[in-house]
């Protein structure tokens, strides 16, 4: 959620940055929308804590004039008192209406993306960061897309998941198991050996959670939502391994906080057809390695760069074709503020495939969160919070599996061996 005093103090950059991100938004209305409530709320909060003190101040003096003996003169004050108090419940009234109507207000606007973000539309828009210029594997004759290599290797069945759950619910087996579990632990053990404290979180999150990461009021649509219990299937472990610092303060020694965790994700994607969700391209219920940051503001930009860094070592250890996006505004996130998206080409489908977002979401999810840190002059001010995937597994597992394969079977990226326990399927 953004913070009240940009809308003052830095109106042209949220005019800007709104229209980044949604150009049929009208910003300046929005703008003095939500400076002329906080005028009000300001208003309202002087006049209901002056009269207050007035209260307090009258009381004292009514007691004062009882032990006095100046009874008449008590009782006129206690009159004014009882007016006093009515007024303040009706200003406290509408203190609450502002206070509700400008969160409402607030709540659905979008973060300000970063200067460097370019204007856009869609996915058409995004800048190329990086590319891939070493030349792409010629694969054999006769090579497949990943979902006949599945059928073919028994690697997964989406039949089967549809029979136990549903279309967009893969089962793994064999081998095709294996190589998901040992992609698990490498990414793992790779953000351990880079300072992530591991999390195991729960699967399901309340609505306060969804509601402090931006998934709710954003993202109610993409959510599995367990209603009897008003619990949420997460989509990510973004969600709760975030939330563990709600409401919290912590020193400035602490930071930064690196937080990493594996679960499975759940995303409804409704309105998702045609041949791009063939096979693994894109399912509700899939596996990933998140990783987390929480950094003082003046290092969360550098501190991206990092994590972005750190996604691209493990490309380059599965020894992947990719490239880096910088998202445009009408691609990005409603909560970043700057994303990176890694693209894995799939030789066999000759189409590029996500794998990654890295984004720093600077104080958006933290006024959210309350998630602040005290300074070495005893201020406390909001962290900034970062996240990537790192990465991605039925993608990953596709890539694999399509760039991998050779007339003989297909091969294991050497650095996973030592996890799956073989270097091919054949």
Known sequence: MLELNLFRNQTERVKEGLLKKNPSLNADEIIQTVISLDDQRKSLQTSIDSQLAEVNKLSKEIGDLFKSGKSQEANALKDSVTTLKEDISLQEAKYSKVIIDLDELVVGLPNIPNESVPFGKSADDNEVYQDWDEGFTILHDGALPHWELGDKYEL?????????????????????????????????????????????????????????????????????????DDLYLIPTAEVPVTNIYRDEIVSEEDLPIKLTGYTPCFRREAGSYGADVKGLNRVHQFDKVEIVQMVKPEDSYRTL??????????????????????????????????????????????????????????????????????TSDGKKELVHTLNGSALALARIVASILENNQTPEGIVIPSVLTPYTGFNIID
């Open 156 to 228: 997964f069945s989406l039949p089967l998941g549809v029979k136990i759950t549903g279309a967009g619910f893969p089962v793994y087996m064999g081998k095709g198991a294996r190589l998901q579990r040992a992609l698990i632990s490498f990414f793992l053990d790779e953000a351990n050996r880079a300072g992530y404290k591991e999390i195991i979180p729960p699967l399901l999150v309340n609505s306060d959670s969804a509601y402090a990461t931006g998934q709710l009021p954003d993202k109610e649509g993409q959510m599995y939502h367990a209603v009897k």
């Open 305 to 374: 760069m990092e994590m972005v860094g750190h996604v691209e070592s493990l490309l380059k250890k599965l020894e992947l074709p990719y490239r880096i996006l910088r998202l445009c505004g009408g691609d990005m996130s409603f909560a970043s503020a700057l994303t990176y998206d890694f693209e894995v080409y799939s030789i066999a489908q000759e189409r590029w495939l996500e794998v990654s977002s890295v984004s720093n979401f600077e104080t958006f999810q933290s006024n959210r969160l309350k998630t602040r840190y005290k």
